[in-house]
């Protein structure tokens, strides 16, 4: 009898985004005229940037004669998008790390989802609360949890970002073995100092753990002290990985692409103690099990780091900076009331699409999340429904 | 301390194709000026089909302009894609898939990687010799196999494929649980009647098994009664999930795109008995970890589907047939003698890559695959090294 992975049935409802996408759906069914406006997920609106655009068409001209045709690339990635990044986004800032410790992929999503399958079952996590789902969800698939019981799974140490503690949560009293954190903060928009970072990084040298770092929204950082990278921090590099993304930064959420980076030295162990580098059992899940991401697409990544492509890539995180966060393109709203009432509430009232907080964990109950993801008009717009439907 | 998956110590050595390139690169290091003809991998080596191209170019310049971007797309892929697949490929042959059965991904490498993941780890697999190695090793990950032994994995059924039984394995003497088959086969180049799928069908069905069935070669088929899909066999429904690719088909190797089919009814089952759909399991696992193919390929391969395309890949597949195997790109040749002395032989003598047999198990100790991915031109060359290099 085949029988199926039975922590899926662990997993509460259904996936957070899916469900908004219903209810909007829903409403939309009901109400056909009334244009609604999108700040929950964070998604881009705006069309990619010219050079990526020219690149992208240049690359499926290659694709269109036999001469220039290309067929499976590495798995990996190619050398000119690894080398481009290892350059830009690390070396120029004093961060060290070279371009064969970096993979590309279609995705930080499937990234950070995948890559706790190369780690033990068996071992302590903890996980910021509120928090991005996936992160949670995939160890509950996994089987690194128990059961979801009064708000949240056993055997998870949630680490707690509330407003108390500025969104930095404490370091963990106990020993834990995987940490996940993601600065500038998504859904909270906090962003970490070096400072706070390094306590982290010794934390995880101390306890032998290992730091899981989403950096997707580093390019809304607009103060030069706040790290873009966790590998700007002395000795991150044996305890950390690190996930990018192309999608907040260059619009690439419909396109796809992204990044994850392994420093060669960065350790775990086995049962006995023996240490074994990241770097070689990710290279094997990642060519055992993806295979590559589109051609095209990778070179119209590469074009976000031409002069061209820099200029206009700052152009519309600018843009988007003015009706964000500081540092983030994400605003945290104590909604004092429950997150999904509030939900359906805006949507109802206003036709402004929110996520509720509590989709990120128990500390969002009484919270929502707005995207800075669209145009200044309907964020402008979207703002003055809000303050008829609040009564304001 | 973070600890490894030690499962992952129990693969042998590194995946067969990153290690034949990395000894491709090894030899033309050592021979610059030689041309190597590549009959290995099956990697196309022909441009695009030109209404591909066209939809493809179109798509990026709707991304282009901020009225046609595409942010995040539904993660199971667009609407007009599932719909011209629903009806091309499965309606038109009277094989009864819906739209929304049809999951559309990145690559039938990752599908057929990924999808052990919503199965339980305590269950009996039955898996060809020889046969595509990612079915195997991403079962050794996740722990459903002992230890490397002989030759080969302890606690996995193996189906011996070999000249006796014409390259069809006979069912298993003993019940299983999940059993991997792919026809047109990867690397035998062996097709599958009607009758004797029929009968694999209903060994699942007594057994309450599982089918995960590989189809990514079906459109080299050349002969009406040979089935390119399982559910052309009456019953399979319940018991089967489908594999299929654009790589092969329309030269998407480099571009990325992949299906993967999961009928609603198709069960499987809790420990108490109790029986769950794997189409919302799969769809769970889909929308958690992964974010949906990159807009513009799936736009270029909807083309495929256009009256256009259809015969531009009809002419693309001819070609090829032209020098592959009957319905397959691929021949499978009893080499005599060990397959990598052999693989080696031929890159140093011949200056052709060929794929060792024994990359695909132990029944492929002795024998080579050579494919069809190349131009007529570079295949007629390579049979001649061959034959001189064979001394013949």
Redesign the interface.
């Known amino acids: 009898?085949?029988?199926?992975?039975?922590h899926?049935?662990k997993?509460q409802a259904?996936?957070l985004f899916?469900t908004i996408a219903s209810r909007v759906a829903d409403y939309q069914k009901k109400n056909p005229d009334r244009e609604i406006i999108r700040l929950g997920?964070g998604?881009?609106?705006?069309?990619?940037p010219?050079a990526c655009?020219a690149a992208?068409?240049k690359a499926?001209?290659e694709?269109?004669?036999?001469a220039s045709?290309?067929?499976?690339?590495p798995?990996q990635g190619y050398a000119f998008l690894r080398e481009a990044i290892s350059k830009n986004d690390f070396q120029a800032r004093g961060a060290d790390v070279s371009a064969d410790e970096i993979f590309i992929s279609?995705?930080a999503?499937?990234d950070t989802?995948?890559f706790q399958?190369?780690?033990?079952?068996?071992?302590r996590i903890a996980i910021p609360d509120p928090v991005y789902?996936?992160y949670i969800?995939?160890n509950v698939?996994s089987g690194r949890t128990g059961i979801f019981q009064d708000g949240r799974y056993q055997n998870i140490i949630y680490l707690e970002s509330t407003r108390k503690n500025n969104y930095i949560p404490d370091l963990p009293a106990e020993p834990v073995?995987?940490i996940y954190l993601c600065y500038p903060n998504n859904p909270t928009g906090a962003t970490i100092t070096k400072e706070a970072l390094a306590r982290w990084v010794d934390f995880a040298r101390k306890?032998?753990?290992?730091i899981l770092f989403d950096a997707a929204y580093e390019a809304f950082i607009r103060n030069d002290a706040i790290p873009h990278s966790i590998y700007e921090i002395e000795g991150a590099r044996e305890v950390a990985v690190e996930f990018r993304s192309f999608s907040k930064t260059a619009?690439f959420?419909?396109?796809?692409c992204a990044f994850t980076v392994v420093p060669k030295n960065c350790l775990?162990?086995?049962?006995s103690?023996h240490a074994?580098a990241?770097h070689g059992?990710w290279n094997?899940?990642h060519?055992?099990?993806?295979?590559?991401?589109?051609?095209?697409?990778q070179r119209a990544a590469e074009a976000i780091y031409s002069e061209e492509g820099k200029a206009q890539v700052k152009e519309i995180i600018d843009l988007m900076s003015h009706v964000g966060g500081e540092h983030s393109p994400y605003i945290w709203i104590n909604a004092n009331r429950d997150s999904w009432t509030f939900f359906d509430m805006l949507l109802e009232s206003a036709g402004v699409v929110c996520t509720p907080g509590a989709g990120f964990g128990a500390c969002g109950q009484q919270y929502i999340r707005l995207s800075a993801?669209n145009?200044y008009e309907n964020t402008d717009k979207a703002m003055i429904r809000l303050r008829e439907a609040l009564g304001k």
Chains 1, 2 share one sequence.
């Open positions: 009898m085949i029988k199926i992975n039975e899926y049935l997993l259904s996936y899916s997920i998604d881009c609106t705006r069309a990619l010219i655009i992208f068409h499926v001209d694709m269109a004669a036999d045709f290309r067929g499976y690339g798995e279609d995705g999503k499937c989802g995948n399958e190369i780690l033990s079952t068996d071992i789902p996936v969800d995939t698939m073995d995987l306890n032998k753990a290992l619009g959420t419909g396109t796809r775990a162990y086995d049962e103690g074994h990241l059992l094997r899940r060519t055992t099990k993806f295979n590559g991401v589109s051609y095209p697409v993801f145009s």
